[in-house]
C-alpha cells in the first residue's frame, strides 16, 4: 500500500495576475494548474515551492504566506491512481515566465481570465477562494 504524497503549488503573483502553467504530464496533461510538484526528501516547504517554482517557469519568488491545502485523488476500476497533499503557497513572483521542466507554457493572467481556461480541478478549488479582485 502506498501512501499519499505530499507536493507544493504556487499561487505566484505578480502586477495583480497569476502565473499559470500548461502541464505536459498526467495527472491533468493539457490542462493549466499552478505551478508546483513533490517535496523531496529533506527539503522544507517554502524551499519546495520556490525550487518547483523555478524549475518550472524560471521565475524566482519570496513566499508570502501560506494560503489552502487542497487534495487530488484519481482512481483507476477502484484503484488510487494518484493521491496528492497540496499545500499551496503565495508567493511574489519576479520576472518573465517561459516554460521549463513539465510544463508546456507558462503565462501570468488575471484571475478573470485564469477561471475561464481549462484548469485542474485543484487549481480551480484554489482560484475560486480567493478573494475578488479590485
Given at each position: ?20 502553467v500548461k502541464r ?31 524549475e518550472e517557469t ?23 491512481r494518484y493521491h ?51
Amino acid at each position: 500500500m502506498q501512501a499519499p504524497k505530499v507536493a507544493v503549488a504556487a499561487l505566484a503573483v505578480k502586477d495583480g495576475k497569476i502565473l499559470l502553467v500548461k502541464r505536459k504530464y498526467p495527472p491533468g496533461a493539457g490542462k493549466w494548474s499552478l505551478p508546483g510538484g513533490h517535496v523531496e526528501l529533506g527539503e522544507r516547504l517554502e524551499e519546495a515551492v520556490l525550487r518547483e517554482l523555478k524549475e518550472e517557469t524560471g521565475v524566482d519568488g519570496v513566499v508570502k504566506g501560506f494560503l489552502a491545502p487542497v487534495e487530488y485523488i484519481e482512481q483507476d476500476g477502484g484503484q488510487v491512481r494518484y493521491h496528492f497533499v497540496i499545500l499551496v503557497y503565495l508567493v511574489e513572483a519576479a520576472g518573465e515566465p517561459r516554460a521549463g521542466d513539465d510544463a508546456a507554457e507558462a503565462a501570468f493572467v488575471p484571475l478573470e481570465e485564469a477561471l475561464k481556461m481549462d484548469l485542474t480541478k485543484t487549481t480551480l478549488e484554489v482560484l475560486q477562494k480567493l478573494p475578488p479582485q479590485r
